[in-house]
């Protein structure tokens, strides 16, 4: 099936199988040290943020999903340099800031990209680890899937817009697929993999 008809679709069996191509697509798209970041940051990130009271993102992992997000699309040494080069504090305060002002749509956003090395793109990963019911990761691939979208410049603006359209697609989907647990990021996932991974950012 062409990836660019996943987003008109509203039948359960194909955003499934979309989704359940993810681990396949990673493995063309980055191979084991792709693999192995998606893991921990899909399948350990989160716990480690949300043990935390109040919650909050430590240098290591910021650094750690910096490669990811580079990993999944292109890579860029200077904005891995750059994210280093935070402090441990400055981290911690800034991710302990913009994940209290959760579920605003854009203001945690905003708040983690005062960290070097981090723009919108980056700080909607953090996000997205924490709160995947809300705020999906901002991908140039899943941007060019939704229909009329446009040009998916990464700026806090654009993401406000895409943000919104994968929620919309994933409160439908709840509601015609309520035991498959689609979330605003899943969605994301889904059509990332439909469309053969990669991106630009």
């Known amino acids: 099936m062409p990836s660019t008809k996943l987003w008109n679709r509203a039948d359960c069996a194909t955003w499934d199988a979309a ?18 970041l998606d893991r921990w940051y899909h399948e350990e990130l989160s716990g480690l943020i949300g043990a935390r009271e109040p919650a909050w993102l430590g240098l290591d992992e910021l650094v750690r999903v910096v490669e990811w997000k580079m990993h999944r699309g292109v890579y860029r040494a200077r904005n891995l340099q750059l994210a280093r080069g935070n402090s441990a504090t400055e981290v911690e305060t800034a991710s302990r800031e913009a994940l209290a002002e959760a579920p605003h749509p854009t203001a945690p956003i905003a708040r983690l990209a005062r960290l070097k090395g981090v723009g919108p793109a980056t700080a909607s990963a953090v996000l997205a680890a924490a709160r995947p019911d809300v705020y999906p990761f901002f991908d140039d691939v899943v941007a060019a899937e939704i229909p009329d979208f446009g040009r998916a410049d990464f700026t806090l603006k654009v993401y406000g817009r895409y943000a919104d359209r994968l929620r919309e697609r994933a409160a439908l989907l709840a509601v015609g697929c309520p035991t498959s647990g689609w979330t605003p990021h899943a969605v994301g996932c889904a059509l990332w993999a439909a469309a053969g991974g990669k991106g630009g950012r």
């Not at 697509?25 to 693999?35: F, I, K, M, P």
Request: overall charge neutral; cysteine-free; aromatic content about 6%.
């Open 19 to 36: 989704r359940s191509r993810y681990q396949d697509v990673l493995d063309a798209n980055g191979g084991g040290r792709l693999v192995e």
